[in-house]
């Protein structure tokens, strides 16, 4: 399958801890972007990169979060100090130069 | 700035029936819209996108939306629903004018669609 993928696909820590999720996007793409989706509402854009460049960064984005993608290939989304209200999916996606994004299938992360 | 409404967050449907699913945009620039399915614990797949060419666009599984700009609209549709259509269906339009620098999705709340048999 050459599809995005997405490890782990679920996370369960302890308010405090620091969590490091992982995404590879589809190989030819140069974009890649991350979002949160909570319970009952559609995904919320967190940031993006172009190739290892991260261009845009959404408010939501708190500074707990950091996303890095350091060879323009495989990207990372950790967020330190987690918090209860963290607890969500976490998606990552993949597009050729602002085509059509493919998604991979998420890291539920729950936040005791 | 873009936004998109997806009016009703749940909608029922017998097997056979016509599904129609709503979506309203509003965008300062044409816009790019997209709709999306999601199945349960996975990520999202595109069913359709507009882009600016037809006003009726084919996509995946039966599905088709039609861009109407005079009314905001990108509905979706399928003639006869299936039992394997139930997911959660959402409408996204795509920020900023196209091949922009951003190029993220802003997202509907979403509409979950149920097949009764």
Known sequence: ?112 | AQSVTQLGSHVSVSEGALVLLRCNYSSSVPPYLFWYVQYPNQGLQLLLKYTSAATLVKGINGFEAEFKKSETSFHLTKPSAHMSDAAEYFCAVRSGNYGGSQGNLIFGKGTKLSVKP
């Open chain 1, 1 to 112: 399958d050459t599809g995005v993928s997405q490890n782990p696909r679920h996370k369960i820590t302890k308010r405090g801890q620091n969590v490091t999720f992982r995404c590879d996007p589809i190989s030819e793409h140069n974009r890649l972007y991350w979002y949160r989706q909570t319970l009952g509402q559609g995904p919320e854009f967190l940031t993006y990169f172009q190739n290892e460049a991260q261009l845009e960064k959404s408010r939501l984005l708190s500074d707990r979060f950091s996303a890095e993608r350091p060879k323009g290939s495989f990207s990372t989304l950790e967020i330190q100090r987690t918090e209860q209200g963290d607890s969500a999916m976490y998606l990552c996606a993949s597009s050729l130069k602002g085509n059509e994004q493919f998604f991979g299938p998420g890291t539920r992360l729950t936040v005791l």
